[in-house]
T-cell receptor
Framework: DQQVKQNSPSLSVQEGRISILNCDYT??????FLWYKKYPAEGPTFLIS?????DKNEDGRFTVFLNKSAKHLSLHIVPSQPGDSAVYFC????????????FGRGTSLIVHP | NAGVTQTPKFQVLKTGQSMTLQCAQD?????MYWYRQDPGMGLRLIYY???????DKGEVPNGYNVSRLNKREFSLRLESAAPSQTSVYFC?????????????FGSGTRLTVV
């Protein structure tokens, strides 16, 4: 049973537009959320995170929004660039424990020039 | 600054063969992890080591063993490889108990078992 779900396996966006990647979770104990980005033939790299005490966190073109009541988070990329084309993994963990995150299955983002 | 180094990058095994995947990190991290990534399955935790001298099972430990050789190195062993273990394996490390910056992953080992 998936505790972290990324229901869109793929997303295609035009360069310069907004990319919105969604993630849902079922475990109400999760209180720390992360996004990773993965290029082919490379390991995932940490992108951005958010604690459950916040509902928004920004880092340059990347913003993560958290809706705790809906158990939903999203990653916004504005403006999207062709170099953003990658697989994006959502992950969630429980603070105070081992912090080991549970990963979603990933969303493949393609940004067209 | 190498980060997390995995060897080998590619390997083909016959069913029943054994092998060890090596992982080393140079960031003085306390915790290390082994994940596998399969198409459409995301990243699944095989084993982890919260600190030197400790190891624990993750979500999919069957068919694997691990050794935390020292603070830098964490190896994954397949004693008798099976086709179901065909996957991409990632090693990662982190400061224990600090989630803010996530994990640092290696570039992966692509393993095929025939």
């Amino acid at each position: 049973d998936q505790q972290v779900k990324q229901n869109s396996p793929s997303l295609s966006v035009q360069e310069g537009r907004i990319s919105i990647l969604n993630c849902d979770y079922t475990n109400s104990m999760f209180d720390y959320f992360l996004w990773y980005k993965k290029y082919p033939a490379e390991g995932p790299t940490f992108l951005i995170s958010i604690s459950s005490i916040k509902d928004k966190n920004e880092d340059g073109r990347f913003t993560v929004f958290l809706n705790k009541s809906a158990k939903h988070l999203s990653l916004h990329i504005v403006p999207s660039q062709p170099g953003d084309s990658a697989v994006y993994f959502c992950a969630a963990s429980v603070a105070g424990g081992s912090y080991i995150p549970t990963f979603g299955r990933g969303t493949s983002l393609i940004v067209h020039p | 600054n190498a980060g997390v180094t995995q060897t080998p990058k590619f390997q083909v095994l016959k069913t029943g063969q054994s092998m060890t995947l090596q992982c080393a990190q140079d960031m003085n991290h306390n915790s290390m992890y082994w994940y596998r990534q399969d198409p459409g399955m995301g990243l699944r935790l095989i084993y982890y080591s919260a600190s030197e001298g400790t190891t624990d099972k993750g979500e999919v430990p069957n068919g694997y063993n691990v050794s935390r050789l020292n603070k830098r190195e964490f190896s994954l062993r397949l004693e008798s490889a099976a086709p179901s273990q065909t996957s991409v394996y990632f090693c990662a490390s982190s400061e224990s108990g600090v989630a803010n910056y996530g994990y640092t992953f290696g570039s992966g080992t692509r393993l095929t078992v025939v």
